[in-house]
């Protein structure tokens, strides 16, 4: 039987000019240049990469993401966001450089084609090589094939010497090898047993933030790269409600006031929530939120104090997403993680704004009922519940770099939970790696500030009593992995953290 056919269904076919050369689950297909390689059916599952240095490069990016959806490729994954020194000529601006992994019945060529005519519309010319470019768009992967024509090599010829390219082909891999094109893949790799160890063989994760390579996410209106320092986001509680301040900062002079002081403290971001999510809090309605939250927002903007510091608006509904982003928010913390409104996704996906996915059961109502606080491993289920959460997001087009991710402390956990997650967020980091190493690398928040299992342990009633056991396990979150802190204290949990990275660069420092 030809091997061909009996890997893949029945329908493929392609014409080639040359006998085909086979290896056991991968079909290699040589070519002249006349010569159609067409693909009918299935699906074929491909990756593209993405490269920028001219213009506004997550602009091009993000055009050449919408244009490629138009030409019918359907994107299911997106790597992170890199941005790189340039090689080759080394005389021009830094690049901008991701992936994404999609799905086409587009035949290679044909598919070639689609993506060259992307370049061209958004303006890219014939110029130096390797030189400058709005956009550059390269086929590493086109099903289980290998093509060779004089106008295409898949996989691409070059990715083997360049960390730029294979830190974002790696990013669209889980550490468990999901399927068999994955797996013919990993054969394709030159030199190495699979494209893990030539990850390794580059330098591995020790070239992130050296070596002119950074893994950055986009916010506001600079590219961030958070694991330079821990950011500390302060609360702002616009409700009469909430558990710990309800009711203080109802008046828009006292919310930009304490806007202002938590700035001045030290805080990176400011959350503004006006809608309670303690525990069997009932909704307000869209309208009650957006009058009580508008206003704040229209006055923090205003103060010195936010010049250059970031805004978020904590709401599970995307019709306060928009209003609020509208009015200068630059990023979403929905604590539902899109369960609560479905429209949320594509809201976000549309505003290109970054996305905090929170792990919860239930709603605020509900998320303390018995059968949302059972779990066989903690870290683990919420791991893989998370990383479902992401994947709709993603799938409604918010792409991995603008993902954060919240296991949910205090939301449909008990106070062991919450403490297993505190010292298991690299738990949870490695069981979302399994199925995608992208998402494992988002930027992860917590936010254990007062809450009821620190009064739990340290016999403290009263939330406004229990900052000095908040820092602890701010701490402890950080030391273990958090990139993102969310608390109502900034002052005490700002030396906090300056301690906390003091240690982690110590300790970098010396395991290099």
């Known amino acids: 039987m030809n091997v061909f056919r009996r890997l893949l269904p029945k329908k493929i076919g392609f014409k080639t000019s040359k006998k085909s050369c086979y290896a056991p689950g991968v079909c290699s297909i040589h070519s002249s240049p006349d010569c159609v390689v067409e693909v009918h059916s299935p699906e074929q599952e491909v990756i593209i990469a993405l490269g920028s240095n001219v213009g506004n490069r997550l602009n091009n990016f993000d055009e050449a993401l919408h244009l490629m959806k138009q030409s019918g490729i359907q994107i299911t994954r997106h790597a992170c966001l890199y941005e790189t020194a340039p090689a080759y000529v080394t005389d021009q601006p830094q690049f901008l450089n991701s992936a994404v992994r999609g799905v086409t019945k587009l035949g290679p060529h044909e598919l070639l084609r689609a993506l060259k ?157 006006a809608q309670s999510t303690r525990p069997n809090a009932s909704k307000i309605s869209v309208e009650e939120e957006l009058d009580r939250l508008i206003p704040v927002i ?68 509900s998320m303390q009922n018995p059968e ?40 449909s956990k008990n106070t062991e939970h919450n403490l297993d997650i505190l010292t298991g967020l690299t738990t949870i980091r490695a069981e979302i790696a399994r199925r995608s190493l992208a998402f494992s690398h988002a930027p992860l928040l917590i936010g254990p500030s007062r809450k009821r299992f620190i009064g739990d342990v340290c016999a403290r009633p009263a939330a406004d009593e229990r900052d000095p056991a908040t820092v602890a396990a701010v701490t402890t979150g950080v030391l273990n992995g958090a990139n993102v802190v969310r608390v109502h204290n900034v002052r005490y949990n700002a030396d906090a953290l300056r301690l906390c990275d003091a240690l982690l660069e110590r300790k970098q420092r010396q395991s290099s």
């Not at 130096?128 to 290998?146: T, V």
């Not at 006055?299 to 009015?327: H, M, N, Q, R």
């Not at 991710?405 to 939301?411: E, L």
């Open 117 to 273: 005519k992307i370049e061209k519309d958004m303006g890219r010319t014939t110029g130096i090589r390797y030189g400058p470019r709005p956009i550059d768009l390269d086929i590493l992967f086109y099903g289980k094939f290998k093509i060779h024509s004089e106008i295409l090599d898949v996989p691409h010829e070059r990715i083997w010497e360049r960390p730029f390219v294979v830190a974002p082909l790696i990013d669209l891999l889980g550490s468990d090898i999901d399927d068999d094109t994955v797996a013919s893949w990993h054969s394709f790799s030159k030199h190495s047993s699979d494209l893990f160890e030539l990850w390794e063989k580059l330098g591995g994760e020790s070239l992130v933030g050296r070596n002119g390579m950074k893994r950055v996410l986009p916010v506001g209106n600079h590219l961030q790269d958070w694991s330079l320092k821990t950011s500390l986001m302060g609360i702002l509680n616009l409700t009469p409600d909430s558990f710990s301040d309800g009711g203080k900062y109802i008046s828009v002079e006292a919310a930009v006031s304490q806007a202002r002081l938590m700035l001045s403290e030290g805080a990176d971001m400011i959350d503004f929530g």
């Open 298 to 365: 229209e006055g923090v903007t205003k103060i010195p104090e936010a010049e250059g510091k970031l805004l978020s608006v904590d709401t599970f509904y995307s019709e306060v997403a928009s209003e609020a982003v509208k009015k200068g928010v630059h990023l979403v913390n929905d604590v539902s993680g899109g369960r609560l409104d479905s429209n949320m996704h594509s809201v976000v996906a549309a505003l290109r704004v970054p996305y905090v996915a929170m792990h919860m059961r239930g709603d605020p109502s």
């Open 372 to 411: 949302n606080l059972q779990y066989n491993d903690v870290c683990k289920d919420v791991a893989s519940e998370l990383y479902e959460r992401l994947k709709e997001a993603e799938l409604a087009g918010i792409p991995a770099w603008r993902l954060i991710i919240d296991p949910g402390i205090g939301f």
